[in-house]
């Protein structure tokens, strides 16, 4: 027997994928400019797993997921689904892979049609995509209303019936119905209550073991991700600045930004205490991000190299950071 361990197998690739927006501002609109949404961002998702992405707000976590998604045109970059790149097909081509990739979005309130009612809602993706036939699809949503443990007589009912962990249940049911290969969930506990974001993510823990799903879990903060992420990826202000496997990411951070989000996790327990990392200063703008590290502003342990910008790279086993002097002492606590 060989000692060498096999490759994951990887069911998506972004290589240097980036989306800019034109922006315009003054009165006249005349004077534009360039919003770096998502700037060269490589990461590797595989197959079966549950990928966590994470950062501020306005740091490219959803366009970058929409591009995948192919709701936005990359401006420039490689998407690799299952070996073919997405971002090099045209409309009609990429029609075929929309049911492999499907999204849930972070509003249960606007992303269901309020004229339809549940089944006609579930059964969408299996009419346009034909996947089933018609005395296929009723009971195809029947058996999908009780995955997401909803009655099956709720299917005649219309979205304002329910409430927003219902209707979330809605959403996943709708995004599981055409048997895709990997779905991405865009902040898709943020709006409901704590106790539902708990049932709403054991339930897509439940069904990604159940249908061998793939999950781009979009989030704001770790906290969010911790129980349902294999790896986790941090970006901000349009660039990935560590990706981890959820171990390392939690028990040894690497970058500072990465130091910072987990000092924000909340501790229940009051008699601990942890040293809470303050970022200094507004985030940068995006249209305007800094030359080097784009970090450099805002880190407590700024450097001369961070003039310089910092380019992801493996430094650990497994553990890719941005930065030029990470962390790797493995017996240090973090900060």
């Not at 979205?159 to 991405?184: C, D, N, T, W, Y």
């Amino acid at each position: 027997m060989s000692d060498t361990k096999a490759k994951p197998d990887v069911l998506l690739s972004l290589k240097g994928l980036s989306k800019y927006f034109n922006v315009s501002s003054g009165f006249l609109k005349g004077k534009s400019g360039t919003l770096k949404a998502v700037d060269n961002v490589s990461l590797d998702i595989y197959r079966g797993e549950a990928f966590g992405l994470v950062g501020e707000s306005g740091c490219g976590k959803t366009t970058l997921g929409k591009m995948i998604a192919g709701l936005y045109t990359p401006t420039s970059g490689q998407i690799f689904f299952d070996g073919t790149d997405l971002a090099s097909l045209r409309p009609r081509e990429r029609r075929h892979y929309c049911k492999d990739i499907q999204m849930i979005f972070q509003d249960p309130y606007s992303s269901l049609n309020p004229r339809m009612t549940v089944e006609e809602i579930i059964s969408e993706p299996m009419i346009v995509n034909k996947t089933h036939s018609g005395a296929e699809i009723s009971k195809r949503v029947d058996k999908l209303l009780s995955c997401v443990g909803l009655a099956t007589s709720y299917k005649n009912r219309y979205p304002h019936e329910f409430s927003g962990g219902q209707r979330q249940r809605i959403g996943i049911a709708r995004a599981i119905a055409v048997h895709p290969k990997l779905i991405i969930c865009d902040e898709a506990v943020s709006a409901l209550d704590v106790s539902i974001q708990a049932q709403i993510l054991n339930l897509l823990s439940d069904l990604k073991d159940e249908f061998g799903l793939t999950y781009l879990f979009i989030a704001h903060g770790l906290a969010a991700v911790k129980h349902i992420s294999d790896r986790i990826g941090v970006m901000y202000l349009g660039s990935m600045v560590e990706i981890a496997p959820k171990e390392a990411i939690y028990d040894h951070p690497l970058h500072p930004y990465t130091k910072a989000l987990i000092s924000a996790i909340p501790i229940m327990d009051p008699l601990k205490r942890k040293n809470r990392i303050l970022l200094k200063g507004d985030l940068p703008s995006p249209i305007d991000p800094p030359q080097g590290c784009r970090f450099a502003s805002r880190c407590y342990v700024a450097c001369p190299e961070s003039a310089e910008a910092q380019i992801l790279c493996q430094v650990l086993p497994n553990h890719q950071v941005a930065c030029a002097h990470p962390d790797t002492n493995p017996g240090a606590a973090p900060a």
